[in-house]
């Protein structure tokens, strides 16, 4: 069973920098993917960055050049620093996880692939 314990977020002007972090308190399996999702009011939820147990990373267009996902396995924990954040950014961010790396399945940006989510964090932009 995975926990994941979200924290971080809140609200920045446009322009500024947030970061959240994501800890799997109950981590059991050597080989994963963890990923932020985001959700704004009235829209899909949509992948924004991952990263895996190798050490890959993966970015949406969008976070591209602007956000950065890392982790600490020693914490079981990711992060995703948000730099120039804009209104557009402004969402639910979700944490999510799933066994396998970033290629396994249908990808770490399809939700229907995600097994374990956290309960989110809001950032606002504005």
């Known amino acids: 069973h995975v926990q994941l314990v979200e924290s971080g977020g809140g609200s920045v002007q446009a322009g500024g920098s947030l970061s959240v972090s994501c800890t799997d308190s109950?981590?059991?399996?050597?080989?994963?993917?963890m990923a932020w999702f985001r959700q704004a009011p009235g829209k899909e939820r949509e992948g924004v960055a991952a990263?895996?147990?190798?050490?890959?990373?993966a970015y949406a267009d969008s976070a591209t050049g602007r956000f950065t996902i890392s982790q600490d396995n020693d914490k079981n924990t990711v992060y995703l620093q948000m730099n120039n954040l804009k209104p557009e950014d402004s969402a639910m961010y979700y944490c999510?996880?799933?066994?396998?790396?970033?290629?396994?399945?249908?990808?770490?940006?399809?939700?229907?692939?995600?097994?374990?989510w956290g309960q989110g964090t809001q950032v606002t932009v504005s």
């Open positions: 109950r981590r059991t399996y050597s080989t994963y993917c």
């Open positions: 999510a996880a799933r066994t396998g790396n970033l290629q396994t399945g249908r990808g770490w940006d399809v939700p229907a692939t995600v097994t374990w």
């Open positions: 990263i895996d147990s190798r050490g890959g990373t």
